[in-house]
């Protein structure tokens, strides 16, 4: 297996599905499809080329939109599929049905960016501490935090 | 009739914060819910007002037994970004502080198995060892446990012919000592029997449940970062991955216990084959827009860091993965259908480090959806089943 | 008598109860190191307990987390008088690099009062022992 052999094929199985496919370091791929098309591309990486291990999901606030990432690895790469959804209707469907391992990352995105996950098998709504008040995601880049003031027990000196 | 016993935040048998939610039939375990959000600090939005340096001290302080790990997955992708290449004599250094913090995590992990195996002499023995190993990263970094080695563009710290040789010595100890934990099956077989069986996960789960380390390992998946995806040095040394098939706790002991050896023996190849030259590289303070994947192998699986950049001195997303988190969904399924008094072994089995899993998430509820509610009577056969497991497994044979 | 007894037997062994409020993990592993035969700090008659209502002393770790927080009170509340809190490590006296976390309230001293504080980042072993030490002459 080499990167240019999974790019050909990536190209070759998902034909116009692929947006873009970018190889910036050896052992890194990034393939970027549309949401409609993310099923069939995590479908296919697992069954075709056996990429069966999800690392991580990660999510990234663009301004207008948000960017998930799907980290896959096997044992000779790590294969990123890309998506984006738009940040002012953030769907996203669930992939628990091929990877049931993604459950964890899934429900981190829904509590940190505020993406509703279609089909998530626990769908239960997720929140930070317990008194977190409802409407914020702490990673969108509009969200500040101010810090409350500090007392100094027994008052300064 | 079933029941809910709540376990945590603050609980005997857990040393970190945590809230376990299991629902009990008698003794067997039908459900669990893992109730994380004690520790989550919120490092990753921290991250992002940070600089690239100030990062450095901030992903040491994700996790204090992994610490050098996460520096590194960061360091590495951060060096990626800038591209720089640190010199050999740092990498060198890199690699050498990482399996000695792998032997130390692993001397830690076998003592609080045998802690909540009710083995607490054992506990003593490996926790005296493990000083040994704080001695020589003192000796190395300053300090025992934040070492602050790293920095972008290699170390910031230099080995002398002293230090190599009192690592040199200090290994014979350790190696005499671990001896003994090598045979620790012979001479204890209250101890393996204990372990055996329990905990169970098959190699479909642990591959379905994306579990990491030596987790997956002792389920007869032979993946390690080290050596798929080779980074700092380990293409050039030579060390075996190790793996176990009886996919129980007593597997997981035994892998990190095949561990233990290969990483005295990389050790010993890296100080033997030091190259000279300089340690670190200058590097700049911004990085041009651009992403990475960092991976990593720590003591306790996979980690891996996403970092993107957008040309300021700040980094505009550093995205977490730390191994325990990756280890929740299979833990779920290692305890479900097993017994109350397993939990804590199970549960330090997976060898976790809450705080490492919580810079981010809040509440992890791990489902994995796919359990069907069981009757009454079949739940008794499966009961059954489990337990004439168990006696065959009694007999279990130490495999080192 | 009796008093004096109770007070005799809290200087001589005084009980421990460590709680982690959202430390990385280090300063925990040092005070557990401090049980262990390099240190042992058992010599001292200090044991470790594992819940609140047979402590003496709380040994907490890290920066006080907004879920923490109602726990981190419902413990000191279970504590049997008189109690007294160790603060270690950087983060349980400030924050230390968690500052400005969304997640972090500061030190353990913004919840409940503190009697000493243990500085360092991790704190070594030693400097654990001789903050029990410090606190035990203050009684
Ligand atoms: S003071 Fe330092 S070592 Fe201790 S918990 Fe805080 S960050 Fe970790």
């Not at chain 1, 098998?121 to 935090?145: A, E, S, T």
């Not at chain 3, 190191?33 to 040994?59: N, Q, S, Y």
Request: glycine share 6%; with cysteine.
């Amino acid at each position: 297996m080499n990167d240019q052999a999974l790019i050909d094929k990536a190209n070759e199985s998902l034909k116009d599905k692929v947006l873009a496919i970018t190889n910036p370091a050896p052992r890194r791929i990034f393939l970027k499809v549309a949401v409609e098309n993310l099923l069939e591309a995590v479908n296919w990486l697992k069954k075709d080329l056996g990429f069966t291990h999800l690392s991580t999901i990660s999510g990234v606030d663009l301004g207008q939109s948000f960017e998930i990432l799907y980290h896959f690895a096997n044992n000779y790469c790590s294969f990123t599929i890309r998506t984006e959804i738009p940040r002012d209707n953030p769907q996203l469907p669930s992939i628990c049905e091929l990877i049931p391992g993604a459950i964890l990352y899934e429900r981190e995105l829904q509590d940190m960016f505020g993406i509703t996950i279609q089909n998530i098998p626990d769908p239960r709504p997720l929140l930070l501490p317990d008194d977190w008040p409802v409407g914020n995601y702490p990673l969108r880049k509009d969200w500040k935090y101010e810090r409350p003031p500090e007392v100094i027990p027994g008052g300064k000196k | 009739m079933r029941f809910q016993i709540p376990i945590g935040p603050q609980h005997p048998a857990l040393k970190e914060p945590i809230g376990l939610r299991i629902t009990v039939e008698g003794e067997i375990i039908r459900d669990a819910d893992i109730r994380l959000g004690y520790n989550h600090r919120g490092i990753e939005k921290l991250a992002e007002q940070k600089t690239w340096i100030q990062n450095i001290y901030l992903t040491e302080r994700i996790c204090g037994i992994c610490s050098h790990s996460h520096t590194t997955c960061y360091v590495q992708g951060v060096e990626k970004l800038m591209e720089l290449q640190p010199p050999k004599r740092g990498l060198y250094i890199r690699t050498l502080v990482a399996e000695l913090e792998r032997v130390h995590s692993h001397l830690l992990w076998l003592g609080v198995a045998g802690h909540e195996a009710g083995f607490d002499s054992f506990f003593m023995y490996t926790w005296r060892d493990r000083e040994i190993v704080m001695d020589i990263l003192e000796r190395i970094s300053g300090n025992r446990v934040h070492y602050g080695i790293n920095t972008i563009g290699g170390v910031r710290r230099d080995l002398d012919e002293l230090q190599v040789k009192y690592i040199l010595d200090s290994l014979e100890i350790l190696r005499k000592r671990s001896e003994y934990y090598k045979n620790l099956g012979t001479t204890e077989p209250s101890f393996v029997a204990r372990l055996a069986g329990v905990g169970y996960l098959s190699k479909e789960d642990a591959i379905a449940l994306c579990a990491v380390g030596p987790t997956l390992r002792a389920s007869g998946v032979p993946m390690d970062v080290r050596k798929d995806d080779p980074y700092a040095v380990y293409d050039e040394v030579p060390f075996e991955v190790c793996t176990a098939d009886t996919c129980d706790v007593l597997g997981r002991a035994v892998v990190r216990i095949k561990e233990l050896f290969q990483s005295y023996n990389i050790i010993e190849y890296l100080l033997k084959n030091l190259p000279a030259g300089e340690i670190a590289v200058k590097a700049p303070r911004r990085a041009k827009p651009n992403e990475v994947v960092s991976r990593y192998e720590a003591p306790r699986g996979e980690n891996i860091h996403y970092i993107k950049s957008n040309g300021t001195d700040k980094p505009e997303r550093l995205k977490v993965r730390a191994p325990t988190l990756a280890n929740y969904a299979a833990t779920i399924k290692m305890l479900k259908n097993g017994f109350i008094a397993d939990v804590p072994l199970i549960f330090a089995a997976i060898d976790p480090c809450i705080c490492c899993a919580e810079r981010a998430v809040a509440i992890v509820d791990a489902r994995t959806g796919q359990e069907k509610v069981v009757p009454m009577n079949i739940l008794k056969q499966i009961s059954q089943k489990i337990s004439a497991n168990k006696e065959r497994k009694r007999e279990a044979e130490w495999p080192l | 008598m009796l008093t004096k007894l109770t007070r005799w037997s809290r200087l001589k062994s005084p009980w421990i109860l460590h709680l982690n409020t959202g430390a990385c993990n280090a300063c925990d592993i040092e005070v557990v190191a401090a049980l262990t035969p390099r240190f042992d700090v058992e010599r001292f008659g200090i044991l470790l307990k594992a819940t609140p209502r047979h402590a003496d002393v709380i040994i907490c770790t890290g920066p006080a987390t907004r879920q923490m927080k109602d726990r981190l009170i419902r413990i000191y509340e279970q504590t049997p008088e008189p109690k007294f809190v160790i603060a270690v490590g950087a983060c349980a006296m400030s924050g230390c690099v968690y500052r400005g976390a969304y997640n972090v309230i500061g030190g353990i001293d913004q919840v409940i009062p503190v009697d000493v504080y243990i500085p360092g980042c991790p704190v070594r072993p030693d400097a654990v022992i001789d903050g029990v030490v410090k606190l035990l002459n203050k009684l």
